[in-house]
């Protein structure tokens, strides 16, 4: 069965439900769910609501919902239309019961309260934003991480998905003839990674890039050869100053960004020590 009917059912955002079905999915090679999405639901009017929807389509369930009685019912629902229903929190929150020898508190949506990390995040985002692209270089000091590249290695994107996980990260561009920031090698708190990119994927992004900006590709950015003196620049210039590399030609940007959160704690741990 390629195509099918997904029902995500969150008291929540519905932000982990659908990461943790969309995780599982990716291990399926050609399965294409319709999703319906089901966020807020919370009491017994709105479990009903649901519960009509997987009747007009029925499919596999999702659900991440703390409330005993609306869990029964989509429980008993699902069983009487025979569609299987999964709980992908309760078998965790269990087994946390027992291993803390005390119960859990059922309150919807907890994990998106104000929190400490949240703030953290939110500054982490901002200080992204405004570190973008080689701006604001005079306080690198303040960032966690910093990323180096040439033009067109993610170092953007890699940033706000390091920013919601709440890590400051900063990225400097590496342009031909263009002095990189003067703090940049002398910096000692922030862990530096250089990212490369291989020549002839850097060459589809940025024609693919000129495109979709309707402008004239006949230029530098994507000479052929100013690419190869750009890559053996940035790799000259990583091995001198002794930074770890990550090669992003075959990565998503989630597995770059894993890869960079290991290599920080890593830099923290030998900064404690």
Not at 103 to 118: I, N, S, T, V
Not at 176 to 187: A, F, I, S
Request: glycine fraction near 6%.
């Amino acid at each position: 069965m390629e195509k099918f009917h997904l029902h995500l059912i969150s008291d929540a955002t519905g932000e982990t439900v659908q990461a943790i079905g969309r995780a599982c999915l990716a291990q399926f090679e050609g399965a294409k769910p319709t999703e319906h999405i089901w966020t807020l639901v919370r009491n017994e009017r709105q479990i009903e609501e649901v519960i009509k929807g997987i009747e007009q389509n029925p499919g596999f369930v999702l659900f991440t919902m703390v409330n005993v009685d609306v869990r029964k019912r989509l429980q008993i629902a699902c069983r009487q239309l025979q569609v299987p229903c999964i709980s992908v929190l309760q078998p965790i929150m269990s087994a946390l019961t027992d291993f803390l020898q005390t119960e859990e508190q059922a309150r919807p949506g907890r994990q998106h309260m104000l929190d400490g990390e949240y703030y953290e995040r939110i500054t982490a985002l901002d200080y992204a934003m405004t570190h973008d692209d080689g701006q604001m270089a005079w306080n690198l000091e303040e960032a966690q991480v910093i990323l180096v590249g040439v033009s067109r290695t993610s170092k953007t994107p890699t940033c706000i998905y390091l920013a919601n996980r709440g890590i400051k990260a900063a990225n400097i561009p590496i342009i031909l003839d263009v002095e990189l920031p003067k703090g940049l090698t002398t910096t000692t708190s922030p862990l530096v990674v250089g990212l490369i990119n291989d020549e002839r994927n850097l060459l589809q992004v940025r024609r693919n890039r000129l495109r979709m900006l309707n402008e004239e590709n006949s230029n530098s950015y994507v000479d052929p050869e100013v690419i190869a003196r750009e890559v053996i620049f940035a790799k000259r210039l990583f091995t001198e100053q002794n930074w770890p590399v990550i090669d992003i030609s075959r990565r998503s940007v989630e597995e770059t960004a894993a890869g960079i959160i290991n290599l920080l704690s890593q830099h923290q741990g030998k900064n404690i020590g």
